[in-house]
Nanobody, 127 residues
């Protein structure tokens, strides 16, 4: 049974940093894509970054480019999202999602293509 568990959320002031981690278990696939999504109440869930296994190709939404970095640790079966220079608009629930296939890296992926989801970790940024 595949499980994704996020950790690392919290409350910071604007300009601060957080390091989110997504730990995967029961995921015996060699080709996969992992993405971080975020969602504010009343808004759609949006992808902010993704990484493909093997190739380690990545994609970022424009609003986080240069501030967020996604990476994978295949030995630990985890994917991290380092978030620097956080702004109040980054406040949201952050979710880890995975699919058993590579993701395109030229456009924002829809949530519907991901089969596995974690329960989320809250990020709050105060001004």
């Amino acid at each position: 049974q595949v499980q994704l568990v996020e950790s690392g959320g919290g409350s910071v002031q604007a300009g601060g940093s957080l390091n989110l981690s997504c730990a995967a278990s029961g995921f015996p696939y060699s080709e996969y894509c992992v993405a971080w999504f975020r969602q504010d109440p009343g808004k759609e869930r949006e992808a902010v970054a993704l990484i493909n296994s093997g190739r380690s190709s990545t994609w970022y939404t424009d609003s986080v480019k240069g501030r967020f970095t996604i990476s994978q640790d295949r030995a630990k079966e985890s994917v991290s999202l380092v978030m620097n220079m956080l702004q109040p608009e980054d406040t949201a629930m952050y979710y880890c999602a995975a699919r058993v296939a590579y993701c395109a890296t030229r456009y924002q992926p829809p949530a519907s293509i991901f089969s596995y989801w974690g329960k989320g970790t809250q990020v709050a940024v105060s001004s």
